[in-house]
T-cell receptor, first 116, second 114 residues
Framework: KQEVTQIPAALSVPEGENLVLNCSFT??????LQWFRQDPGKGLTSLLL?????REQTSGRLNASLDKSSGRSTLYIAASQPGDSATYLC???????????????FGTGTRLQVTL | EAQVTQNPRYLITVTGKKLTVTCSQN?????MSWYRQDPGLGLRQIYY???????DKGDVPEGYKVSRKEKRNFPLILESPSPNQTSLYFC?????????????FGPGTRLTVL
């Protein structure tokens, strides 16, 4: 059974710092991995999606890397801003599925606070 | 504006009183899903639907029902709610299969069952 872990559970950094969020998964047979952002009282917003054949994806100040063989992904946020404060979730799609629709397994998230 | 809407946003009810949480999307998406989010457990999929009249169980379907009579709507039904169904519920939709395509999430419904 796939298990997805995110450490740390919470992180507080001053504005302007570069930071890395970690995601690990137990079954390396994944199809892809996604990073989401969740703001309080709101749903999830997809940030980046990395296919299993890719090593990284970039979007603005965000860079996500994937090392499938070691079961790890990182989300790098450059020059953090208070508006980056949110909970960040990673989710993996299993390579083999039961049924015709695939499923995502989510981590429990890292709650990030960027202070002034 | 492309969006997924859920109603109600907050609901407090009592054990055994049937309730329905509605979900609607305006993006003509085929795939829709329901998740629950609990502290320490992350998001877990309850049910999903690949198209009208096509639904299947997710990881935690017990105690829930769904229907997909129209493409845009995917209501979640709790026939006899219990306190262990107190949770934050999210509806999501995507153009194609979950995991292949970006999912769009609704704002969430916080349910408390007393």
């Amino acid at each position: 059974k796939q298990e997805v872990t995110q450490i740390p559970a919470a992180l507080s950094v001053p504005e302007g710092e570069n930071l890395v969020l970690n995601c690990s998964f137990t079954d390396s047979a994944i199809y892809n991995l996604q990073w989401f952002r969740q703001d309080p009282g709101k749903g999830l917003t997809s940030l980046l999606l990395i296919q299993s054949s890719q090593r990284e994806q970039t979007s603005g100040r965000l860079n996500a890397s994937l090392d499938k063989s070691s079961g790890r992904s990182t989300l790098y946020i450059a020059a953090s801003q208070p508006g980056d404060s949110a909970t960040y979730l990673c989710a993996v799609r299993r390579a083999r599925n039961t049924g015709t629709a695939s499923k995502l397994t989510f981590g429990t998230g890292t709650r990030l606070q960027v202070t002034l | 504006e492309a969006q997924v809407t859920q109603n109600p946003r907050y609901l407090i009810t009592v054990t055994g009183k049937k309730l329905t949480v509605t979900c609607s999307q305006n993006m003509n998406h085929e795939y829709m899903s329901w998740y629950r989010q609990d502290p320490g457990l992350g998001l877990r999929q309850i049910y999903y639907s690949m198209n009208v009249e096509v639904t299947d169980k997710g990881d935690v379907p017990e105690g829930y029902k769904v229907s997909r009579k129209e493409k845009r709507n995917f209501p979640l039904i709790l026939e006899s709610p219990s306190p262990n169904q107190t949770s934050l519920y999210f509806c999501a939709s995507s153009l194609g299969p979950v995991g292949y395509n970006e999912q769009f999430f609704g704002p969430g419904t916080r349910l408390t069952v007393l």
